[in-house]
């Protein structure tokens, strides 16, 4: 069972930045790709961006495209979601999810999901 766990959420003010990680228990050919989902009070749970082990360019919504940035040490197991220029609006619980390719992970087909790390940008 692979395991996923979610660490760097916390408070920012808008314009500012958060690193989130999430650290993997294993890679299997069932999680090649890997990635992050958001979830605000009250809206249901939306995708963020994802990205394969093994190939560089990751997906991302609209709504964060040249703002976040997802990236994976291989070694370490970790995969990082990189928040610059926040908003608001991207108040909400994070999630780490993995799966069996990225664009799996991007249509929320992922197989395994962390419990989430709470991000609160205030205005």
């Known amino acids: 069972q692979v395991q996923l766990v979610e660490s760097g959420g916390g408070l920012a003010q808008a314009g500012g930045s958060l690193r989130l990680s999430c650290a993997a228990s294993?890679?299997?050919?069932?999680?090649?790709?890997v990635g992050w989902f958001r979830q605000a009070p009250g809206k249901e749970r939306e995708f963020v961006a994802a990205?394969?082990?093994?190939?560089?360019?990751?997906y991302y919504a609209d709504s964060v495209k040249g703002r976040f940035t997802i990236s994976v040490d291989n070694a370490k197991n970790m995969v990082y979601l990189q928040m610059n220029s926040l908003k608001p609006e991207d108040t909400a619980v994070y999630y780490c999810?993995?799966?069996?390719?990225?664009?799996?992970?991007?249509?929320?087909?992922?197989?395994?999901w962390g419990q989430g790390t709470q991000v609160t940008v205030s205005s």
């Open positions: 990205i394969s082990w093994n190939i560089g360019d990751g």
């Open positions: 999810a993995a799966g069996t390719t990225a664009i799996q992970v991007r249509l929320g087909r992922g197989a395994y």
């Open positions: 294993e890679r299997t050919f069932r999680t090649d790709g």
